[in-house]
C-alpha cells in the first residue's frame, strides 16, 4: 500500500510531455503543469504561430502566454526527489498515447520497437527476440512500429494484400487477383513501389530547383528594398532643402514631401514584404512537401508507400515571376518640387480665393501614365493641378499608377484643435454596429450587433467571405471618414482597433490580424500598439474603456483611457488611402466580451 501511494505521488510530479519529474515546472493558465523547457518546445513546434495550444486539454491561448516558475510546485518535486523518489527511467519504455505497443505484452504494455509485415503484430525488445533465433522467423520482414498494419490485410478476404491493380488503381490480395481483379493489369506491390519511386525523385528534384529559383527571387527583392530605401532618402533631402525657400507658412509643412515619399517609400516596401512573404511562405510549403516526400521515399512497407501515395497533393502553381519597378518616381519628385516652388507663390497668390470657394484640391502628380479609374486628372510630373473631390479619393494609388499628393487646402489654413475634454469628444459620435458577416464563428454579437462574446460553441452563421476563419476578430458594418469618436468597453483581452475593408479575412497569417499588418492599426490590452507587426508601448496603462478619436482627412488617430479626464494613450499621424472600419479582437477566453458604447 505504501508503495502504491509512492508510484502516484512520483506521477503526480511528472511532466506529461517528457514522463519525467517536472524540471523548472510552470503552469499554463487551464491549470496544467510541464517543464518549462518541454512547454516551450512542443508551442514552438506547432503550426500556429500565433495560436498555442495545451497538449492536455487542447485549450488554445492567443498571444503566447507568458510563463514563469511554479516555485510551490519546485519545491515540492525538491522535496520528492529527497525522499528518493526519482523519475524511473523504466516508465520510457512503456507506451503512451501516441506509441505503438507490443500486441504480447499483457498489463501494462510496452512500447514496440519492429512490426511484422508477415506475423501483422507489433514486439517490443523482449518479445521480439524469437525472430532474431527461430530461423523461420528470420525470414519474416521487420519494420519501423506501425499502427496501421491491419490496412495491408483483404477485408474481403483476410489476406495479406502484396499485389498492385493497375487497372482498378488498388492493392489487392491473391485472391483478389483470380477472382473480381481476374484479367486486369496486376503487379506485385514492390513493382509498383519501385516505378513510383522514380517519379517521386523526379517530384523532388523539381521542388528542390524551384527552391532554389525562390530563393534568388528573395534576393532580387532585398536588393530592391534597399535601393528603394536609398532612392528615397535622397528624394527627402532634396526635397528638405527646396522648401527651405518657401515664404513662412510654408515652412510649417516643408515636412509633408518627406512625409509623402516616406508613405510611397512604406508602400513599396510593403509590397515587396508581401511578395517576399509569399515566396517565403512558398519556399515553406516546398521543403515542407520536399520531407513529405523523402519520408514517403524511405518507407520500408511497400503497402504503407501505396496507400500514402495517392493522399500526396499536387504541386501548386508557382508564383508570377518577379518584376522590378523603376525607382525614377522618387527622383521625379525633386524636380516636380522644384519646378513647383516658383509656381506655387503664384497658385497661393491669385487662386486662394477661389480655391476656398469650390473647396478644389491642389495636388502634384508625379506618374506620367494616364489614370484609368479617373481620366479627368492629367499625369503630367510637370504640371500642377487642381481638382475636385474629396482628400481621400483624389489620388489613384494602385499596382499600375500611383499619384503623390503634395499639398491640400487643409495645408494652408490652421487645421482646427483636436478635442480636450469628454464633452468635445463626444460631438463627434458615431452610432457604431458590428457587421455578423465580419464575425468569427465563435463571437456571439448581441445588444443590437453592438457587443461580441467569445462563446464555447460555433454560432450558426451562414458562409460569407468577409468572415475572419481563425482570428477572433469582427468589423463594423459602418465605414468611418471625416472626424468620429467612439468608445469601448472591455471585459477581457480586448483589442481596439481600425482596418481598411480590404484587409484578409481567411487564414491565421498576420495578414488578417489587426496591427499585424499595413492595413489595420490595433491597441492591445497589454499597453501596446500595433501596426504592421511593429509593437509601440503606450504612455500608460490601458484601461476597461477606451475611447477613440479618428480625424480621417488630417491622418490622425488618437486612443485614450475614458475616466473623469480623457488621458492619451496613444496618437498616430499617418495618411489614410480609404475608409476605416472599427475593429474588435478578443482572446479565446468563453466570457470575454467587448461593447461598442451608446453615447447618445
Known amino acids: 500500500m505504501a508503495q502504491k501511494g509512492v508510484q502516484l505521488d512520483r506521477e503526480t510530479f511528472s511532466c506529461s510531455i517528457c514522463l519525467d519529474l517536472l524540471k523548472d515546472p510552470v503552469t499554463t493558465p487551464c491549470g496544467h503543469s510541464y517543464c518549462m523547457n518541454c512547454i516551450k518546445s512542443h508551442w514552438d513546434g506547432e503550426d500556429h504561430k500565433y495560436i498555442h495550444s495545451c497538449p492536455q486539454c487542447r485549450q488554445t491561448f492567443t498571444p503566447r502566454p507568458v510563463l514563469l516558475k511554479n516555485t510551490m510546485l519546485a519545491d515540492l518535486v525538491e522535496e520528492l526527489k529527497k525522499t528518493g523518489l526519482h523519475a524511473a527511467p523504466a ?3 512503456y507506451a503512451g498515447a501516441g506509441d505503438v505497443a507490443c500486441d504480447f505484452c499483457t498489463g501494462r504494455k510496452l512500447k514496440a520497437i519492429k512490426s511484422c509485415l508477415v506475423c501483422l503484430m507489433s514486439y517490443c525488445d523482449q518479445h521480439l527476440q524469437p525472430h532474431f533465433d527461430i530461423a523461420q522467423l528470420k525470414k519474416h520482414k521487420l519494420v519501423e512500429p506501425s499502427k496501421k498494419l491491419q490496412e495491408n490485410i483483404c477485408s474481403h478476404h483476410d489476406e495479406v494484400m502484396k499485389i498492385f491493380c493497375r487497372t482498378d488503381q488498388q492493392l489487392i490480395c491473391y485472391l483478389c487477383s483470380v477472382e473480381e481483379h481476374k484479367g486486369h493489369d496486376t503487379v506485385s506491390a514492390a513493382a509498383e513501389r519501385t516505378e513510383r519511386q522514380k517519379k517521386l525523385e523526379g517530384s523532388q528534384q523539381t521542388i528542390q530547383q524551384r527552391i532554389q529559383d525562390r530563393e534568388k527571387d528573395v534576393k532580387l527583392l532585398q536588393q530592391q528594398a534597399e535601393a528603394i530605401n536609398l532612392s528615397a532618402d535622397k528624394a527627402v533631402e532634396d526635397s528638405e532643402k527646396i522648401f527651405t525657400e518657401l515664404i513662412r507658412l510654408l515652412e510649417k509643412r516643408s515636412s509633408d514631401v518627406a512625409q509623402q515619399v516616406r508613405s510611397q517609400q512604406k508602400r513599396e516596401e510593403s509590397r515587396v514584404r508581401e511578395l517576399q512573404e509569399k515566396l517565403e ?49 522618387f527622383e521625379d519628385v525633386t524636380a516636380a518640387v522644384s519646378e513647383v516652388r516658383d509656381k506655387l507663390q503664384d ?102 450587433n453592438r457587443k461580441a462574446t467569445v462563446m464555447r460553441q460555433q454560432q450558426a452563421y451562414s458562409s460569407h467571405t468577409d468572415r475572419f476563419t481563425v482570428w477572433p476578430q469582427v468589423l463594423s458594418r459602418e465605414s468611418l471618414t471625416g472626424c468620429c469618436y467612439w468608445e469601448v468597453e472591455k471585459m477581457g483581452n480586448v483589442s481596439v482597433a481600425v482596418a481598411y475593408k480590404n484587409i484578409s479575412r481567411a487564414g491565421g497569417s498576420t495578414l488578417c490580424g489587426f496591427g499585424r499588418n499595413n492595413k489595420s492599426w490595433a491597441l492591445d490590452s497589454s499597453s501596446c500598439f500595433y501596426y504592421n507587426n511593429v509593437r509601440t508601448p503606450v504612455s500608460g496603462p490601458v484601461s476597461s474603456r477606451v475611447g477613440v478619436y479618428l480625424d480621417h482627412s488630417a491622418g490622425i488617430l488618437s486612443f485614450y483611457r475614458v475616466s473623469e479626464t480623457m488621458t492619451l494613450l496613444h496618437r498616430v499621424q499617418t495618411t489614410f488611402t480609404q475608409p476605416l472600419h472599427v475593429g474588435l479582437r478578443l482572446n479565446f477566453s468563453p466570457g470575454e466580451s467587448a461593447v461598442l458604447c451608446k453615447l447618445k
Open 281 to 329: 511562405q512558398e519556399i515553406t510549403e516546398l521543403k515542407r512537401k520536399d520531407a513529405e516526400l523523402k519520408k514517403l521515399s524511405h518507407t520500408e512497407d511497400h503497402t504503407q508507400f501505396l496507400h500514402n501515395y495517392p493522399s500526396l497533393s499536387p504541386l501548386s502553381q508557382s508564383a508570377s515571376s518577379i518584376h522590378i519597378r523603376p525607382l525614377s518616381c
Open 91 to 93: 516508465n520510457h519504455c
Open 347 to 448: 497658385v497661393l497668390r491669385e487662386e486662394r480665393t477661389n480655391l476656398l470657394l469650390t473647396g478644389r484640391t491642389v495636388g502634384l502628380v508625379v506618374n506620367r501614365r494616364q489614370s484609368k479609374q479617373d481620366p479627368h486628372v492629367r499625369r503630367d510630373h510637370k504640371d500642377l493641378r487642381y481638382w475636385k473631390g474629396p482628400t481621400e479619393n483624389a489620388y489613384v494609388q494602385g499596382p499600375e499608377v500611383f499619384a503623390t499628393p503634395l499639398l491640400t487646402l487643409e495645408d494652408f489654413l490652421l487645421s482646427e484643435p483636436e478635442p480636450k475634454t469628454r464633452t468635445d469628444f463626444l460631438q463627434y459620435s458615431r452610432e457604431i454596429k458590428l457587421d455578423p458577416n465580419t464575425a468569427y464563428t465563435q463571437l456571439l454579437l448581441s445588444d443590437g
